[in-house]
């Protein structure tokens, strides 16, 4: 077993990003959403928030390489225009035989929880081939 399966639990890595009304309207264009905020307003729609955690797990923990197998998030709450969201992954458990790394992702605004979740990839770098 590597050093670095030996040290992965507990490791986390995070990522802030503030969107701006100009994010939202590209987002818009280019996935066709229209649907209006049922909770009036404008708020950063959820596939951005979530996109953060996929750039840290292909970019940052586990990285360069990684396969996203399974995501499951819970929506809690909205972040905003020019709020500057603070996404987090958190290493929980590993299985170096498969290459298989399970984390904890967690998207903030401030001390507010806009997104829970667990996460389960695939090193393939790391693993035994």
């Keep these: 077993m590597s050093d670095w399966w030996e040290q ?14 100009e994010d939202l309207a590209e987002y818009r264009s280019l996935s066709g959403d229209t649907t209006e ?5 404008e708020s950063v729609p959820e596939p951005l928030i ?5 750039t840290l797990l292909g970019t940052d923990l586990p990285g ?9 998030m819970r929506f809690l709450g909205r972040a905003k225009p020019g709020e500057t969201v603070r ?3 958190t290493v929980t458990a590993v299985r170096p035989e498969k290459a298989l790394v399970d984390l904890d992702t967690v998207a903030k605004v401030g001390d507010r929880v806009v997104c829970e979740g667990k996460a389960l990839v695939m090193a393939p770098q790391y693993g035994h081939r």
């Design 87 to 89: 996404a987090e992954v």
């Design 50 to 54: 979530a996109g953060l955690f996929s």
């Design 8 to 21: 992965a639990v507990g490791r986390s890595a995070t990522l802030e990003r503030t969107f701006t009304a």
């Design 64 to 72: 360069n390489g990684t396969m996203y197998l399974k995501q499951e």
């Design 37 to 41: 905020d049922p909770a009036g307003g």
